[in-house]
T-cell receptor, first 115, second 117 residues
């Protein structure tokens, strides 16, 4: 019954590796997001997709590439991982159509640690 | 410039005390929405409230209340009779009505609230 789910919950990897984080929502939302929370708890948007189309592409390294195979999924692939990529990554979704001001529902987060 | 400022980095109170978390925002838009989210020690982000810029009525939900004042660009959050389970990081956030930023939540840096028994 999880509304927004992410896998894995924890990800520990070596510098230089490539990794993916998966996100799925079963709320019927058509907009999904990726946020990054750094070690000081600061949350910042990375990407937003609406109906599989990229809307927001914040200034992030092009090593980060989101992929939305359908409205219910938004995956995040990261190439050549660096120490500074260590953070908690949150996926979120918001309700369809009517308003971009609707509240966003967040997944449980994926804690990425790059060694 | 920070669009959402939460000046209180950490607050500690003893159970049953009332506590107010401050939030000041900055926007040029007339239409915008403000939010509060809670992040307990378990790490998830829990939506608490959404308020649009045209509705300055204060809201109360149980022990939680919110005071929105456009004149001071503030959207403060008060917990009455705090409990240990209220211990969390609380985030204030803003969505503006701008084409290039549609749906983008601007978060404050959060206030860590610790409630001691």
């Amino acid at each position: 019954d999880t509304a927004v789910s992410q896998t894995p919950k924890y990800l520990v990897t070596q510098m230089g590796n490539d990794k993916s984080i998966k996100c799925e929502q079963n709320l019927g939302h058509d907009t999904m997001y990726w946020y990054k929370q750094d070690s000081k708890k600061f949350l910042k948007i990375m990407f937003s997709y609406n109906n599989k189309e990229l809307i927001i592409n914040e200034t992030v390294p092009n090593r980060f590439s989101p992929k939305s195979p359908d409205k219910a999924h938004l995956n995040l692939h990261i190439n050549s991982l660096e120490l500074g990529d260590s953070a908690v990554y949150f996926c979120a979704s918001s309700s369809p159509g009517t308003s971009v001001y609707n509240e966003q529902f967040f997944g449980p987060g994926t804690r990425l640690t790059v060694l | 410039a920070q669009k959402v400022t939460q000046a209180q980095t950490e607050i500690s109170v003893v159970e049953k005390e009332d506590v107010t978390l401050d939030c000041v925002y900055e926007t040029r838009d007339t239409t915008y929405y403000l939010f509060w989210y809670k992040q307990p020690p378990s790490g998830e982000l829990v939506f608490l409230i959404r308020r649009n810029s045209f509705d300055e009525q204060n809201e109360i939900s149980g022990r939680y209340s919110w005071n929105f004042q456009k004149s001071t660009s503030s959207f403060n959050f008060t917990i009455t009779a705090s409990q240990v389970v209220d211990s969390a990081v609380y985030f204030c956030a803003l969505i503006e009505n701008r084409g290039s930023t549609l749906g983008r939540l601007y978060f404050g840096r959060g206030t860590q609230l610790t409630v001691w028994p």
